[in-house]
């Protein structure tokens, strides 16, 4: 990137005539301030020797500004208001952050610094992702977009409903996972995906969480960003491996054995801890106030309600309950896919005990078939519990399980 400009910790607040060149390493989506009800806009700029500052655009400088500062591409920037950081952003903003308004000047370079910019990233193999399930962890992921779902509503813990849409990723080892993507996304980079999406597009994505939805899956957060299709040395490398593997890959897509396996072969690759202080007692689950915690419990699970219906019809898009029939295409009404498809879906009520206490629990899905011994079609034409359920629920020994609590 040259080195006859300022750097960026050469430039603080009051200081005159300066330009720094840098690439714009991450672009996030406008959002709207908590506190007021002013739109803004954050990036992460990087000079040639890697350092970072974030700048922000607001109000109708992010239409002004929406065709310049290109994710990836390099500019020349001067007159920016420089400020000092508020000090309970200074861990994840940096000391310094910029404004750019309407009076800072920007100049494009031809320049090409994606390995620079590449060589930022740190990405978590998808056979890893379990270490990181529901932890605090940003992971970043490299993956070919093979498939995009329609829309869906879901409920926050909150209350409020927003919409997501789910991408379906898959690695140089043919293992795929769902990626979840969050209202900020969808305009943008799902519409996008949605109109290119037999292009074979490489996604680079940093800022993500792993969650134990749908057994394991990525999740989008406010601070995630996206390459699509970026210009790095990585991408072509997969893009011609995309290219020498496009029957299998192909084949993949026509038959989407991916919807079904993607959750349950991830999870079982869920490291289970080793330490018993790692395990958590039910006593201390029992009347939890604070919902959406996960645990890991050493126990065992029985049947106490053996008049129970061990499964339902689901949407095949969002896994809500469809009181259509077997096989129906029909709009459903919790995510608005307009060709949902009626399936049946495991589930069972049971009651997981350890020596300090019991708490009621479902589950659905694959963890369902599991104890039930049997899948959903097979069920779906079955009044009772089958024998081998029976069985498996009556050994007399522990099993471990990881857990959701919710209200």
Same mark, same amino acid.
């Given at each position: 990137m040259g080195d006859k400009f300022q750097l960026i910790h050469d430039v603080s607040p009051g200081t005159a005539g300066?330009?720094?060149?840098?690439?714009?390493?991450?672009?996030?989506?406008?959002?709207?301030?908590?506190?007021?009800?002013?739109?803004?806009?954050?990036?992460?700029?990087?000079?040639?020797?890697?350092?970072?500052?974030?700048?922000?655009?607001?109000?109708?400088?992010?239409?002004?500004?929406?065709?310049?500062?290109?994710?990836?591409?390099?500019?020349?920037?001067?007159?920016?208001?420089?400020?000092?950081?508020?000090?309970?952003?200074?861990?994840?903003?940096?000391?310094?952050?910029?404004?750019?308004?309407?009076?800072?000047?920007?100049?494009?370079?031809?320049?090409?610094?994606?390995?620079?910019?590449?060589s930022t990233y740190s990405f978590t193999d998808f056979e890893d992702l379990p270490k990181y399930m529901d932890s605090?962890?940003?992971?970043?992921?490299?993956?070919?977009?093979?498939?995009?779902?329609?829309?869906?509503?879901?409920?926050?813990?909150?209350?409020?409903?927003?919409?997501?849409?789910?991408?379906?990723?898959?690695?140089?080892?043919?293992?795929?996972?769902?990626?979840?993507?969050?209202?900020?996304?969808?305009?943008?980079?799902?519409?996008?995906?949605?109109?290119?999406?037999?292009?074979?597009?490489?996604?680079?994505?940093?800022?993500?969480?792993?969650?134990?939805?749908?057994? /394991? *899956?990525?999740? @989008?957060?406010?601070?995630?960003?996206?390459? %699509?299709?970026?210009?790095? +040395?990585?991408?072509?490398?997969?893009?011609?491996?995309?290219?020498?593997?496009?029957?299998?890959?192909?084949?993949?897509?026509?038959?989407?054995?991916?919807?079904?396996?993607?959750?349950?072969?991830?999870?079982?690759?869920?490291?289970?801890?080793?330490?018993?202080?790692?395990?958590?007692?039910?006593?201390?689950?029992?009347?939890?106030k604070t919902v959406k915690q996960f645990f890991w419990i050493k126990g065992r699970a029985s049947v106490k309600i053996?008049?129970?219906?061990?499964?339902?019809?689901?949407?095949?898009?969002?896994?809500?309950?469809?009181?259509?029939?077997?096989?129906?295409?029909?709009?459903?009404?919790?995510?608005?896919?307009?060709?949902?498809?009626?399936?049946?879906?495991?589930?069972?009520?049971?009651? /997981? *005990?350890?020596? @300090?206490?019991?708490?009621?629990?479902?589950? %659905?899905?694959?963890?369902? +078939?599991?104890?039930?011994?049997?899948?959903?079609?097979?069920?779906?034409?079955?009044?009772?519990?089958?024998?081998?359920?029976?069985?498996?629920?009556?050994?007399?020994?522990?099993?471990?399980?990881?857990?959701?609590?919710?209200?």
């Amino acid at each position: 990137m040259g080195d006859k400009f300022q750097l960026i910790h050469d430039v603080s607040p009051g200081t005159a005539g300066w330009t720094v060149k840098v690439v714009v390493a991450e672009k996030f989506s406008p959002r709207v301030a908590q506190r007021s009800p002013t739109k803004y806009q954050n990036l992460v700029l990087m000079d040639s020797e890697g350092s970072t500052v974030q700048a922000t655009l607001y109000g109708q400088n992010i239409t002004a500004f929406q065709d310049e500062l290109i994710l990836g591409k390099t500019y020349l920037i001067s007159n920016a208001l420089v400020k000092e950081t508020n000090a309970e952003y200074k861990a994840k903003s940096g000391e310094i952050q910029w404004t750019i308004s309407g009076r800072t000047r920007i100049r494009r370079v031809e320049e090409n610094n994606s390995n620079l910019l590449i060589s930022t990233y740190s990405f978590t193999d998808f056979e890893d992702l379990p270490k990181y399930m529901d932890s605090n962890v940003d992971i970043s992921v490299i993956g070919m977009i093979i498939d995009i779902k329609p829309r869906r509503i879901i409920q926050t813990r909150f209350g409020k409903e927003c919409q997501v849409q789910d991408l379906v990723l898959i690695n140089k080892r043919f293992d795929t996972v769902l990626l979840t993507m969050w209202e900020a996304f969808l305009d943008n980079e799902c519409k996008y995906i949605c109109q290119n999406l037999k292009k074979k597009l490489v996604l680079i994505g940093k800022h993500l969480k792993v969650t134990s939805f749908n057994g /394991l *899956s990525i999740s @989008t957060k406010a601070d995630s960003s996206f390459f %699509i299709d970026g210009e790095f +040395e990585l991408v072509e490398e997969f893009k011609s491996w995309t290219h020498t593997n496009s029957e299998i890959i192909d084949n993949m897509i026509s038959e989407k054995h991916y919807l079904t396996s993607t959750p349950s072969k991830l999870f079982s690759k869920l490291s289970v801890p080793t330490d018993e202080k790692d395990f958590t007692e039910i006593k201390s689950i029992q009347g939890l106030k604070t919902v959406k915690q996960f645990f890991w419990i050493k126990g065992r699970a029985s049947v106490k309600i053996l008049n129970q219906t061990y499964w339902y019809m689901s949407c095949n898009n969002c896994n809500k309950i469809s009181s259509e029939n077997y096989g129906d295409i029909y709009p459903c009404v919790f995510c608005e896919c307009t060709d949902a498809k009626a399936i049946p879906r495991a589930k069972i009520y049971m009651q /997981l *005990s350890d020596p @300090t206490g019991y708490i009621n629990a479902t589950a %659905i899905g694959n963890p369902a +078939e599991y104890f039930l011994q049997s899948n959903a079609e097979i069920l779906m034409n079955q009044t009772l519990i089958p024998t081998a359920a029976l069985m498996h629920l009556s050994m007399d020994e522990d099993e471990i399980f990881y857990v959701k609590a919710i209200t």
